[in-house]
């Protein structure tokens, strides 16, 4: 979720659906979490036509509700998957809001916007742009605020034909010295592309302070040296699950960015996860990954940590969630993790001891 500085919300590839795997957020768990909060959503960003970037949309918000009020734009990278479930939630959303619209006429529909190029009026929908000299249109995200850049920098890559990955919409968000890549799932000949397009470019449109990592770590399609060397990210948030089928983040991928200068992170050595760096100190990952048969874990979690990197899944079968707040004071970010468990029990305690008339929370 993107949260602007004047308070409006993005819901970014908002996940898959968890009928079938409870250890993920469910949709009445993110409801919670967006109490008071839903009528400031105002865009929908779905980088690609796969149900594990849009499932959990209709689990969170039924569409027989008119509750989304504040939605005015789903972008989607080339048009609307005929047939899709996200088809079928947009349009009884948008059904639900016409049929309440006869009721409240201020009430807006909200717009399907499939990633165009940028600036061409009869632009058709699911040409490729970005690095190919037709910039493509903006997300219009932050709208009550200019300081948030917002550029998309490639969309619609595979051809909207056979590869969605290669169509993710890819972004890079800009507020004041901080920067972050959203690549969706972008593999194969989106990045390759973007590649050749960008390695001489000396502006470096695509360095990034936090990246996102494509395709939630994978590494035999996506997240290559030469793409990373181009990001040259300080912060690597990946959205994987190591012990899911697919075992995202791959330590493949990983280890290429422990290997990377100017990352220059170290590699934890030995069961006590010390690690050995070329300037003699000893500094401390973090972080869970998955191989093509295994995981390979690290029960390490360390706050303060410059030199880890911290995957969504610290511990198997354990719900976390991760914190991650600015500190003024060093200009950087402190990453925490709490055990949901233990916030539960927290919650439950804590109700305890309100006395009976006192209780604001
Ligand atoms: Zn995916």
Not at 43 to 53: A, G, L, M, N
Not at 96 to 108: Q, V
Not at 279 to 296: A, L, R
Request: with cysteine; charged share 25%.
């Amino acid at each position: 979720m993107i949260q602007c500085p004047g308070g409006c919300l993005t819901l970014y590839d908002w996940g898959s659906n968890t009928a079938s795997r409870t250890k993920f957020w469910s949709g009445e768990e993110l409801r919670c979490y967006l109490e008071g909060r839903i009528n400031r959503i105002q865009s929908i960003v779905v980088t690609h036509h796969h149900f594990d970037h849009y499932g959990l949309l209709s689990r969170t918000f039924p569409s027989n509700k008119v509750e989304l009020t504040g939605l005015r734009n789903i972008y989607v990278s080339c048009s609307l998957k005929k047939k899709s479930s996200l088809e079928t939630w947009v349009n009884a959303i948008r059904k639900t809001f016409k049929d309440a619209k006869l009721k409240n006429n201020k009430l807006m529909l909200p717009n399907v916007q499939p990633i165009k190029r940028k600036g061409k009026p009869n632009s058709v929908a699911g040409q490729p742009c970005g690095p190919n000299d037709h910039p493509c249109q903006t997300l219009e995200i932050c709208p009550e605020k200019d300081e948030v850049g917002v550029t998309v920098l490639a969309a619609n890559m595979g051809g909207c034909d056979k590869t969605p990955n290669a169509d993710s919409i890819v972004t890079k968000l800009t507020f004041g010295d901080l920067s972050i890549l959203l690549s969706g799932d972008f593999e194969g000949v989106g990045p390759q592309a973007m590649v050749t397009h960008y390695k001489d470019d000396n502006t470096k449109p695509l360095e990034t302070k936090v990246y996102h990592v494509a395709h939630h770590g994978a590494s035999s399609q996506a997240n290559k040296e030469d793409w990373l060397k181009l990001i040259s990210p300080e912060a690597v948030v990946s959205s994987g699950d190591p012990w899911y089928q697919y075992r995202h983040p791959r330590c493949k991928m990983i280890k290429r960015l422990l290997q990377m200068d100017p990352v220059s992170l170290c590699e934890p050595e030995g069961k006590d996860d010390k690690t050995k760096c070329p300037d003699g100190t000893s500094k401390q990952s973090s972080y869970t990954c998955g191989n093509e048969k295994n995981i390979v874990p690290s029960t390490s979690t360390i706050d303060n940590n410059k030199y880890a990197i911290y995957t969504t899944t610290p511990g198997e079968q354990k719900m976390n969630l991760i914190h991650v707040t600015s500190t003024n004071d060093e200009g950087g970010w402190k990453i925490t993790y709490e055990n949901m468990d233990q916030i539960k029990n927290k919650e439950a305690d804590d109700k305890d001891k309100t006395p009976d008339g006192e209780g604001e929370d």
